[in-house]
Structures are given as C-alpha cells and as structure tokens.
C-alpha cells in the first residue's frame, strides 16, 4: 500500500493513469522504487474494456471533476404567451419556464415546481432563446454544485427532453413555417392531398440542419422564399443547436389540440343547425345526466354561450356528447363525434399498454378517415391531422395528460384529512354535535328520503364480519377515495367488496357514510353486470357495458373505496322530454316561467358505464358500433356477432 495526493493505493486497485500523454484506465501490478529516484513506482496494466467505459463524456466529465456523484436532472422546457393586464385587453407577454421531468405528475403540476427563467414583451420569443440555448448547452455538459446532504461537491447533467407549448410555438421551435405552409405538419413533411391518409416522412434534426444551412445560402430573397416554402422551413432558430431532435421533442398537447381543435368546430357546427326548441332539450339532458366521476362542468348555457367555451368546457361535453347529441346527429356524423370521443379517451387515460400501441393507431385513424368521408375540406386543418402522431407522442412519453399544458389544481389529499372536513365527510371525530336517533337518518333513494328501517323492509343489506347492527355516532354526505377524490352522495363509485386487492372491483351508487365505534362506514347500492352465457359482458348501442341497479346494499369500510366513475342511465321510450313550470323572482316580482326538463323512467333500472369517461386506464379494445353508410368510404370490415358490430380497422 503507498499513499498518494488522492488517498491510499494498494495491489490490484484500478486506477486512472496518465500513460505517455493518454489517459489510461489500468490495475496495479506491483510497487517498487527505482534508484537515484525519490518517490515510489507502480507497474500497471492497462484494461482496454474499462478505458472503453470511462471514455464516455459523462464519466470522463465525473473523473475529471475528481470522481463526483453524478445526478441526472432532466429538463422539461415550457413556453408560452399569456396577458399582461387583468383586464381583457391583450398585452402579450412570452415566457419561458421549465419543470423537472423526474417529478410526479401531480407534483409536476404544482405552482412551487414550475421554474421561471425568463419573460418579456418587447422581445420576440425566439430571439429570446440565444442566451438561453447557451445556459441549457452548459447543463448538458454538466454543472459542479455543492450537496448539502452529502456534503461534497456533486456533478448535475441536465438534458432537455422535450418542449411543452401549443401548435404556433411548438412550429417555431421547430424551425417550422406553420399550418400555413404546403408542408403544414411540424413532425412529418404531408401535404394537403394526403394528410389524412396517413403520416408521411418523419422530419428529422439533421435535415432541417441542411435545409437551414441552405436557405442561408441562397444569394437572392425569392431563393430564399422559395426554399422556405419548399421546406417548410425557417432558418431562425438558436434551438437547433440543442442535441435533441425538435420535431420529436415537441409532443402533441391534448388541450389545444383536441379540445380546442375538432370538438369545437363539431360542437359550433351542430348548435348553429339546431333549433331554439332543441337547444333547450340540448341543455335539459346534460342536466339530467350524472356528473359522478366527470372531472369540472360546463361554466355557462350552452344554447347561448357555445362560441365562448373554454377547454375545461370541451373536455366536459366530450366525454357525455354520445349520450346528449345522439338524437340530433346523421349516421356520418355519429360515426365522427364516436371516433372522436374514443380519441378523448385515449388522450386523458392514466395509464396505457405500450403493447397495444397499434390499437391506438388505429382509433386516430379511424377519426381521419370517418372526418375526411364527413368533410373534404376538413382534411386541411392542422389539428385534425396531429391527432395521428398522438400515439407516437405517447409511447415516446407516456399518457397525453403527463404532457399537456393544462394547469392542475393543488394535491387536496391532505386537505379532505383536516378535522373541519372529516365532520363534514362523516368521518371520526372526537365531539360530535349531535346524535341523532337511528331512525330518524334521512337517506334518499328513489328520489324519496328514506330511514334505515324503511331501507331494510325494502332492500337487502349486507353488513360486514363483525357487525351485527347499524348503530352510527354522525352521519355524512361524503367519502375519500383511494385517490383523494372526494365522493358526494348519489356518486357513482368502484370498490372492492373485500380487503383483499385482488378481488376485481364492483360498481355501485353510494348513498351515505357513517361512523361508528369500530369504522368508517359507506352505504354503496350494487350495480350488477349484465352477462350473456354468464361470462360475455352485454353491451349498448355505444358499446358500454350494461348495469342493472339492484335492490341490495352493501355496507364497506370507506377504505374500500376506490374512486367515483361514470355511469348513465339507459333510457327507454319512457323517459321523455317535458315541461315543467318554475318560479323565479325577475327586478322582485314572482314570474313564473316554463322550463324543458328531461324526466328518466325510474322503473328502468338498467344502467351503463360509460367507456367515453376520462379517467382509468386505456387498456380494453373496445368493440365499437359501425354505421353502415360509412363503412366502405372508410374502408372497413364488420364481423357480426351474438350481441353486436366488432370494428376491424384495414389502415393502409
């Protein structure tokens, strides 16, 4: 062993060396000194495999750093233009910020984890990157900062993976002209004539690189035009320094280009052909419909303030249009607005099988083609054809909704969990104001409050192991589920009828929590699956599986709870438009006024769920219905089965 300036050596320790000028990665042999020389020798030998690995930039960066620990922090780079004033007068201010691509989600989403770095509203955007590319090019290389947890110096790398901002600026990032362009597509070089049937030649990083050098080149400004407009391309861009390849780092945001792109163009497009009588029926269904597990709401009357909808709105109406618009839609345009909503699920699903990618493909192209049979001259707008480089965008980057721009609330779990909301939740707490007597606990069911003696002579109850009757210290009006959802009552929900998990989860309508002297409790009215030969789930004209709401109630632990989901009513020739009168006082005078209702069949107890739902996983193949006056301008097939139309999709 001999000691040198980096610490103690010994037999066989791989070091790095500097041999004849080159730096060597070599294992000690042996020590011995040599005579009329002060110090102490080592015979190596060199380990060619190893040198091999620390050739790599990133290790030989560390070792030259002295051997740090090296931290990978990858970048995600936002850009966007907002308003200045409070007021609705535009004064464009354009800003870049970035987030932490190693964060969750829901952290990802918080107001404390998005990083400014730089804004203005003189400056254009792009001329604002030159300084920046050079910061982002130094954290590639990789920067040396002190760890105060370690206490020593550390080497953080942190690469840019992607860029997040709407269809304009991801084209400018791009060095791309615009959906104004010939060549309208940042990703891939289609044109008009063929931009629905399919996707053309990817645009690569390096050809861009030779496309700018050459419009650069070029000795005349009508070159120079003509080369822009056969490329597509613009030669300003600093980012195209950048090691990472543009045209696939930009993925395709779901917000502005599927809320704000086909579904209100559809949605303006139908409501201008209806009927002032059929835009109050319009309005009078979705109120009539279950919001359970529907994230938001509509913020205004859709009869009269459709062109003002935001995309909270669009991505509302789009996951309950099949039920609402249905009656009001021709066979074309049902096939357009069912393609369309399967896309919404893929885009706002939580979680995907990357194995199933082609499936994906196909629901995109099958939108294309039902659009570019509906409309010729839809096959020209820009977002129509991104929706099929989604998919790629999401085996690239997981689900859409880790990757758009919409702006998450704040993380409420801990805030259901604070003891003001547990009183309101019914769960445990320590004073309870009131106990009220087991009989006089309002419940409604039917649309009639109910005690628990008149719910146990009419329904079966199932009370858990270990509790023989139901005596409740405070009742609530709602529940946690397992995502931090809060679940109001006559919320549909899913739950697990055992503590085991593995038991698959059942779907129920939730009426009421209680908490007595051993738990938190929830009363969750069963909805049963409808089977055919007791295996095969049977299936709507949308193909949602159907429900039968039972008389019998199950009494769960509230920990069982999973989350709140969406289930429609399938309604029958019972349950009918009417008009019902209403008072309202208008400048204080009572006035009493007509107002259309939608009535269900409360006799009907046959239910759906509904597939078109936000929410879960996009994991089934769904067996969608076909309308036949589409099938050969889409060019599919359909096998018939037992029970419905199996969708087979040929994509050319």
């Known amino acids: 062993m001999v000691t040198s300036p980096v610490g103690s050596v010994f037999l066989k320790d791989i070091v790095q060396s500097s041999i004849a000028g080159a730096i060597c990665v070599s294992i000690i042999k042996q020590f011995y000194r040599k005579e009329g020389h002060n110090g102490v020798f080592a015979s190596v030998q060199v380990l060619q495999e190893l040198a091999e690995m620390f050739s790599h930039p ?37 800003s870049w910020c970035f987030l932490l691509a190693g964060l969750r989600q829901k952290d990802n989403a918080q107001f404390c984890n998005i990083h400014f770095i730089c804004t203005s509203n003189q400056v254009p955007v792009m001329e604002m990157t030159h300084p920046l590319v050079d910061q982002l090019l130094e954290l590639e290389r990789g920067i040396v900062v002190f760890d105060a947890q370690l206490n020593t110096n550390a080497l953080i790398l942190a690469p840019v993976i992607c860029f997040l901002c709407d269809n304009p600026r991801a084209a400018e990032i791009c060095s791309h002209l615009g959906s104004g362009t010939l060549r309208f597509c940042r990703i891939c070089r289609v044109d008009h004539t063929n931009s629905l049937t399919g996707i053309c030649e990817e645009r690569k990083r390096s050809s861009t690189i030779q496309e700018v050098q050459l419009i650069r080149s070029a000795h005349t400004q009508a070159e120079r035009k003509r080369l822009r407009t056969l490329y597509g391309t613009s030669e300003e861009n600093h980012l195209l320094q950048l090691p990472v390849d543009l045209h696939q780092s930009t993925p395709i945001e779901s917000l502005h280009t599927l809320g704000l792109g086909p579904y209100k163009y559809l949605l303006r497009e139908k409501m201008e052909q209806l009927s002032e009588k059929q835009r109050k029926e319009v309005v009078a269904r979705i109120a009539a419909l279950p919001s359970s597990g529907l994230t938001g709401g509509i913020s205004s009357d859709i009869s009269r303030h459709y062109k003002s909808f935001v995309g909270r709105d669009f991505k509302f109406l789009a996951q309950i249009a099949m039920f609402i618009f249905s009656p009001y839609l021709s066979e074309a345009e049902i096939e357009v607005w ?8 893929m885009v706002y699903c ?36 991104l929706i099929l480089h989604l998919p790629d965008s999401m085996l690239r980057f997981g689900p859409a909704s880790s990757f758009n721009t919409e702006r998450c609330g704040e993380d409420l779990v ?15 707490v ?20 109910m005690s628990l003696e008149e719910i146990d ?13 139901l005596t409740p210290v405070q009742w609530g ?45 929830c009363l969750v009215r069963y909805l049963e699956p409808v089977l055919m030969a007791g295996t095969e789930p049977v299936l709507n004209e949308w193909s949602c599986p159907l429900l039968t709401l039972t008389n019998v109630i199950r009494c769960i632990a509230s920990t069982l709870v999973s989350c709140a989901v969406s289930v429609v009513h399938q309604c029958d020739s019972q349950c009918v438009l009417a008009e019902q009168e209403t008072t309202s006082r208008i400048e204080r005078e009572l006035v009493t006024q007509k107002k259309t209702v939608f009535v269900h069949n409360t006799d009907n ?8 739902y936000g929410g879960g996983d996009y994991t089934e193949e769904f067996n969608l219905p076909l309308i036949e006056s589409t099938q050969e301008c889409l060019g599919m097939t359909t096998n018939q089965s037992s029970y419905g139309s199996i969708l087979q999709v040929s994509v050319s």
């Open 58 to 94: 990133l290790k030989t960066r560390s070792i030259m750093c002295g051997s740090l620990p090296v931290f990978m922090v990858p970048l995600i780079i936002f850009s966007d233009d907002t308003s200045g004033n409070r007021s609705k007068v535009w004064n464009k201010f354009d």
């Open 338 to 345: 069912l393609a369309l909503s399967m896309v919404f699920k």
């Open 350 to 385: 939580d979680e995907f099988e990357s194995q199933k990618i082609e499936l994906y493909r196909d629901v995109c192209h099958r939108f294309a083609r039902a659009i570019d049979c509906y409309s010729v001259t839809w096959r020209k707008i820009l977002k129509i054809h």
């Open 414 to 428: 801990n805030l259901y969990h604070t003891k003001e909301v547990q009183a309101f939740l019914g769960g445990e």
């Open 430 to 449: 320590q004073k309870p104001r009131t106990k009220a007597p087991l009989a006089s606990v309002p419940i409604t069911l039917e649309g009639k409050t």
């Open 457 to 469: 002579a009419k329904f079966t109850v199932l009370l858990p192991h270990g509790i023989s009757n």
């Open 477 to 521: 009006r709602a529940t946690v589920g397992k995502n931090g959802q809060l679940i109001n009552v006559q919320d549909y929900i899913e739950y697990n009828s055992q503590a085991s998990t593995l038991v698959e989860l059942e779907t129920g309508l939730f009426i009421g929590s209680f908490h007595t002297e051993q738990a938190t409790f």
């Open 605 to 612: 107890n046959m239910y759906c769920c509904n597939i078109f």
